[in-house]
């Protein structure tokens, strides 16, 4: 790489890199029984704006590529962000209906399985993280979104057997 002297410690002329779990790049990511949707890095801070905004550009956009037509449902934990007054009002106006969902129902959240899939790769710079992440997503075969789509019935039940405790999945 060439540079001007003096310059080599300009953030414009280095690359970020990863060492031991030190950096981290945040996604925005959709999936369904047809397959995975659309996976965007979010840029800066996450706020409720954002996350319209990355609502606006990708879901419907994920929904017509998968083809799931007009009616589908659509599911997202309770962080504030998802239960804003813009998001809802988002979902709305955009005819999407929204499963309703427990708080701190992880167990229930088929994507955090897929998210297992991505974590294998040790990338060295947080640009070839998002690359890495990009590139696995992609290769998540439709049969796994099929399973974790079909198995949430399943989910369900054992939390509820559980009575909120942590179950297997």
Same mark, same amino acid.
């Given at each position: 790489?060439?540079?001007?002297?003096?310059?080599?410690?300009?953030?414009?002329?280095?690359?970020?890199?990863?060492?031991?779990?030190?950096?981290?790049?945040?996604?925005?990511?959709?999936?369904?029984?047809?397959?995975?949707?659309?996976?965007?890095?979010?840029?800066?801070?996450?706020?409720?704006?954002?996350?319209?905004?990355?609502?606006?550009?990708?879901?419907?956009?994920?929904?017509?590529?998968?083809?799931?037509?007009?009616?589908?449902?659509?599911?997202? =934990?309770?962080? !504030?962000?998802?239960?804003? #007054?813009?998001?809802?009002?988002?979902?709305?106006?955009?005819?999407? +209906?929204? &499963? @309703?969902?427990?708080?701190?129902?992880? =167990?229930?959240? !088929?994507?955090?399985?897929? #998210?297992?899939?991505?974590?294998?790769?040790?990338?060295?710079?947080? +640009?070839? &993280? @998002?690359?890495?992440?990009?590139?696995?997503?992609?290769?998540?075969?439709?049969?796994?979104?099929?399973?974790?789509?079909?198995?949430?019935?399943?989910?369900?039940?054992?939390?509820?057997?559980?009575?909120?405790?942590?179950?297997?999945?």
């Amino acid at each position: 790489m060439w540079r001007k002297p003096g310059t080599a410690h300009h953030l414009s002329n280095t690359v970020p890199t990863v060492k031991r779990g030190g950096g981290s790049i945040m996604l925005w990511g959709c999936f369904s029984a047809a397959g995975t949707g659309r996976l965007v890095a979010i840029e800066g801070k996450m706020n409720v704006a954002k996350h319209r905004d990355i609502l606006d550009e990708n879901l419907l956009q994920s929904a017509q590529d998968l083809r799931l037509g007009q009616r589908f449902s659509f599911q997202q =934990d309770n962080d !504030p962000k998802h239960t804003a #007054k813009i998001t809802k009002e988002w979902l709305h106006n955009n005819s999407v +209906t929204v &499963l @309703e969902w427990p708080s701190r129902s992880h =167990d229930l959240i !088929p994507i955090e399985h897929l #998210k297992m899939a991505v974590h294998q790769c040790l990338p060295s710079n947080l +640009t070839e &993280l @998002e690359r890495i992440c990009k590139e696995e997503w992609q290769r998540i075969p439709k049969s796994r979104c099929e399973k974790l789509v079909a198995s949430f019935p399943k989910r369900l039940m054992a939390v509820l057997d559980q009575k909120g405790v942590s179950t297997k999945y």
